[in-house]
Each structure stands twice: as C-alpha cells, then as structure tokens.
C-alpha cells in the first residue's frame, strides 16, 4: 500500500470536504464559484493540512479542467513555462503551485502574463501572509481566501470519514476511544492526523483494535522521526525556538535552528520571527536587536540557503545572549485594552491639529508648547484625554538600557506616572 492514507480518502466533491464552511458552505463563494462554472485566479492562505490543495483539486475535477500541479520547493521559471506552453495549446489551464511563498520575485514574474491573458488560472496556496511572500502586481489579479484551523470536532470527524472510505481501515475495524494524543501529535493538521492514524493502526499488534492515548504515544516514539523534512514538526520546533531565545539560551536556540535548516524550513519564515522576537521580546533593553533582526531578514532574502545559516546564527546567538525586555510588547497590549475600553475620547485642544481659520477659532492647538523652547527640551504638559490622563501604559524593564529611560522619564514627569 505505497499511497497514504490522507491521499486514499481525499474528497473529489465540495460536500466531502471537512471543514471552511465559511468558503465551501451552501451559498459560500467557492460553492457559488462552482456553480457558475467559471474560476479565478485566487490563493488559499492558511495552516498545513487544512484542505488548500484538496480545495484546488475539487475546483479543477468540478470545473472539467485541465490541471497541472507544481511544488514552489522544486520548481522554477523552467517549470512554469512548460506548463503554460501546456495549456496554450490545449486553450487553457488550472495551475495550482503549492507554498508560492517560496517563488522569487523572478519565478512569480514569469506566471504575470499566462494569468493576465487567461491561459492559466492560479491556484496558490501558502502559509505565509500572501501581502509579504506574493508581488503586488501578481496579487493584484487573485483574490486572496483565508483558510481556518480546523477544529477538534473537524479532526474526529476526518478520522470517523476515513474509516468509512478506507477499504484497509474499515477491515481493521478500529475503536478510538481517546483522542488526545492524535490530537497533539497532528497539530491541526489534518494530512498529518490521518497518516498518524495509518501508521499507528498498521503498527498494532494482531488482534488489537483499540486506539487510546497510550497506545499512540508508544508507537509514534518508535516509528516517528523527530523532525521531518515535509515539516511537519513546523510549530513545535519554532515554539521551542522561540522560547529559547526568549529565555536567554543561544545553546538551545542554535541547536533548533539547526533542526529546522535540516529539515528544510524557510530561512525567511525563521527571520521573519526573529524581527518580532526582537521587539516582544527584547525592546529597549537593546534597541539594536532590532536592527540587526531586520538586516537578518534583507541579506537572508539577497542571499539564501546554504550561506544565510551563518547570518541565522550570528542574529539567533546576538538575540538569545541579549537582556530581555517585553515592557514595549506590554505598553502597546495595556494600550490596545484601555482604548477598547474607553472608545474614541477626545483629543486634547492644545495638541489638536489646526490647519483651517475656524479649528484655529474654536482653539484647536491653542495653549501648545513646544518642547524645544524649553530647557532640556521638555515642558509638562498633558496630551492624554482628560478622562484616562495619568494613565501609565509604558513601565521600563529592569535593564540597564531602559533603567536610563526610566530615569529620564522620571526627571521629566517628576511623580505623575510613578516612574
């Protein structure tokens, strides 16, 4: 039995498809799409395993079209010209390039006329932002659908489907009684989750028919990898990662690194999370992880696999070894919940904007000081609404870099804001 088990059971029809009820539902755009019997171009952005590429199949099998498929992993320019060459001649085509993400600019260019002239439609799925990965001239010309995690519920509902398609699994006439560890072990996944389901079930004893946490969790530590070149350990491995660095230990952190570069992760995607990690993370402890983790990403995107490993490492260490702050992270989510809380107060009159005759009547701007006529460049005055002013939203952490801060704004408000 060479072909696995998510591939046996994948739907052919819209209604089989678990799951994105808010696009394939009764009356939703795809269903609706269907229907009319034309497609467009478009790009499916979600997590692994949550039906893009099955998506884009049922779209070509109900459309009556000719399909052709396409890994961004392993394909270039070459490829995508092949097959427009392909549908030119056969009139027209439905192309479905999984993680487009991973096309450069160049590769992406190269799909811009086939799609303006209506030789091929696109279908492209990611699990990156498409406003980040995919060039604004290219996205301009699809619509962009967001695919939802599936939930529990789509999980067991996947498995409870498979055992009726399956001819094998139905014969081994498997009772589930705990869900937990598949649960976990698949992560949301829902490829993940049925060749989990295989390979556990075709590991069981003679005789055996119970599925239970247990039993999962000792054949997955037999048979497993501990990280798998598809990625599928995506989520665990970045969290560890994450956490390493947070918690101040460049050992772990390069180690994780290096099981993703192993295991064929982005460097972009790894980069990217290094610019966020820079400012939740570390802030003002060290303003300059942030520049470095944003000069990380520019040069890994001039640069690329095998070489960017070092500027990975280089940043991954500088951050990990860096005094940690996530006072600047706190600030914004204390202001984001007071502004939620409070609506839309009015802006003070001194620091309103006056740019008309009559704003200037009605004293827009009137009573503004500006700091800079002041000594140390600094003059107490209000600029919070009336109702929340007072309020202490930053609160410096406990660095040498922001205890200066601290001083500082401490000599400016004196005992307003308890700095």
């Known amino acids: 039995m060479n072909i696995p088990l998510a591939e046996r059971v994948r739907p052919v029809k819209l209604e089989d498809l678990i799951g994105q009820e808010h696009l394939v539902g009764p009356g939703r755009v795809l269903e609706q799409m269907i229907k009319s019997g034309q497609a467009r171009s478009m790009i499916f952005w979600g997590p692994p395993g949550v039906g893009k590429t099955t998506l884009a199949q049922i779209i070509a099998s109900s459309l009556n079209m000719l399909f052709f498929t396409l ?42 006329g086939a799609v303006e002239k209506g030789i091929i439609t696109l279908i492209g799925a990611t699990t990156e932002n498409p406003s980040f990965e995919v060039i604004s001239a290219l996205l301009s010309r699809c619509q962009v659908y967001v695919l939802q995690p599936l939930t529990e519920d789509h999980m067991m509902a996947l498995v409870q489907q498979a055992m009726q398609k399956d001819e094998w699994l139905r014969n081994k006439e498997i009772v589930i009684t705990e869900w937990e560890a ?16 295989e390979l556990v079930v075709g590991s069981l004893p003679e005789g055996a028919h119970e599925l239970n946490n247990k039993v999962v969790q000792e054949i997955v530590q037999k048979k497993m990898a501990l990280y798998d070149k598809t990625g599928e ?18 050992n772990a952190a390069v180690y994780y690194l290096a099981r993703m570069i192993e295991g064929g992760e982005d460097p972009k995607f790894i980069a990217r999370r290094l610019i966020i990690l820079a400012s939740e993370d570390i802030g003002n402890a060290n303003p300059n992880a942030l520049l470095l983790a944003t000069s990380c990403f520019q040069a890994v995107e001039m640069i690329g696999y095998p070489e960017c490993r070092i500027i990975l490492s280089q940043t991954v260490t500088y951050l990990a070894s860096s005094a940690k702050s996530n006072a600047a992270y706190m600030a914004i989510n204390r202001a984001q919940e007071l502004v939620a809380k409070t609506g839309d107060l009015p802006v003070p009159l001194p620091i309103r904007n006056a740019p008309t005759g009559l704003m200037k009547k009605l004293d827009y701007g009137k009573g503004y000081q500006y700091s800079h006529d002041y000594p140390g460049n600094f003059v107490d005055q209000e600029f919070l609404p009336d109702s929340i002013k007072g309020a202490k939203l930053y609160d410096p952490g406990n660095n040498a870099s922001e205890a200066r801060m601290r001083e500082y704004l401490r000599q400016c408000w004196k005992e307003k804001y308890g700095y």
């Open 71 to 112: 890994s961004a992993i392993d394909s270039g320019v070459k490829e995508v010209r092949q097959v427009i060459e392909q549908a030119r001649k056969a009139g027209h085509a439905l192309l479905f390039i999984d993680e487009i993400h991973r096309f450069n600019k160049a590769q992406q260019d190269s799909l811009l």
């Open 182 to 197: 598949l649960m976990q072990l698949s992560g949301g996944d829902a490829r993940k989750l049925l060749n989990l389901t």
């Open 233 to 250: 350990q995506h989520y665990d491995i970045i969290s560890a990662f994450i956490k390493s660095i947070r918690g101040s230990d460049p």
